[in-house]
């Protein structure tokens, strides 16, 4: 039986992975959620039909998104990681020995679940002490809270459904209120390629220049992602992504990763001259 999971990254262009096991489906109030294997890939877990993490890739979100704000401030002890469903990025903060407080809030608990039982990978530090699950809207957590973080991540799914408030001008002032006199923010921003995804990360990026004081975007290769092609945005009170960046401090924790890297800090940062010239470019 060929089986076969799409996803269209355009209305005519769509990236397919043969399917050898569907291991998981259900729909919560939120989504569809549903966990497949392949031979390449591994397990993989979609939202809506969305591509989200596959085991084969993930290493590669899951340091871009933790270690370079870590790189550049190594004293960050209160975190909140928003989404970020599959575990992932709470694994990779939990290397951090001086980290104190790890919120997670995560809107769909099915999608905890899941990961749980079918992605160890991913979801095997959720059980770390320092680990707070709540399972609420991103959105509606920060709201009123002020000076309570030195960590902010939204490791959310695309401006879509659940995922669409954490795109908002009042989620990124009420992100900047939560976070301590030099808090950082990382924020899914979407990508370059595509014109659906392109619109959406000026839109992000746009808004959160108005509420943060330093606004970078980083760069990173995710293969499952619509192009491959993947930006993070890093906004911070005080902190600039590279020349505050503390290679020494932080090649010191000897944390063992397989993507990130001191060099691939800065050079991550170093855009292709059509994405530079559509972050600058507020009339495009
Ligand atoms: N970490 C994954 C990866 O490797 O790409 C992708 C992201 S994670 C699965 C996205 C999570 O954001 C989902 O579990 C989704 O339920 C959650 N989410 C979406 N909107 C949310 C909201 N408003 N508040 C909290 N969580 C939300």
Redesign the pocket.
């Known amino acids: 039986m060929n089986f076969w999971y799409y996803e269209n990254h355009q209305d005519t262009v769509t990236f397919g992975i043969k399917v050898d096991k569907h291991l998981y489906t259900n729909k919560s109030d939120?989504?569809q959620i549903d966990i497949f294997e392949n031979d390449v890939f591994g397990k993989f877990?979609t939202?809506d039909g969305l591509m989200?993490?596959t085991e084969k890739d993930?290493f590669i979100?899951?340091d871009m998104i933790t270690h370079i704000p870590l790189a550049v401030n190594p004293n960050i002890k209160r975190v909140l990681v928003?989404?970020?469903?599959?575990g992932?990025?709470v694994r990779e903060l939990t290397r951090y020995k001086h980290i104190t407080k790890i919120d997670m809030?995560?809107?769909?608990e099915l999608?905890v679940k899941a990961s749980i039982e079918h992605l160890p990978i991913?979801s095997c530090k959720l059980d770390d002490k320092r680990v707070n699950l709540y399972y609420?809207?991103?959105?509606e957590f920060v709201k009123g809270k002020e000076n309570e973080y030195d960590l902010i991540l939204v490791?959310?799914?695309d401006p879509i459904?659940?995922?669409e408030?954490?795109f908002t001008r009042e989620f990124y002032r009420d992100c900047y209120k939560a976070l301590s006199e030099d808090g950082i923010l990382i924020n899914q921003n979407e990508s370059p390629y595509y014109e659906s995804y392109r619109h959406e990360m000026k839109r992000a990026n746009e808004k959160i220049k108005e509420v943060f004081d330093i606004v970078n975007v980083y760069q990173f290769h995710m293969p499952t992602y619509p192009s491959g092609h993947w930006l993070f945005g890093f906004a911070s009170k005080t902190y600039h992504p590279i020349k505050d960046l503390k290679k020494d401090i932080w090649e010191n924790f000897g944390i063992k990763t397989k993507y990130y890297n001191t060099d691939i800090h800065v050079g991550s940062f170093m855009l292709p001259t059509y994405v530079k010239e559509l972050l600058e470019d507020e009339s495009k």
């Open positions: 939120f989504q877990m939202l989200m993490v993930e979100y899951h928003i989404g970020g469903g599959d992932g990025t809030v995560e809107i769909d999608v991913t609420q809207d991103g959105l490791d959310s799914t459904g659940p995922g408030g954490l």
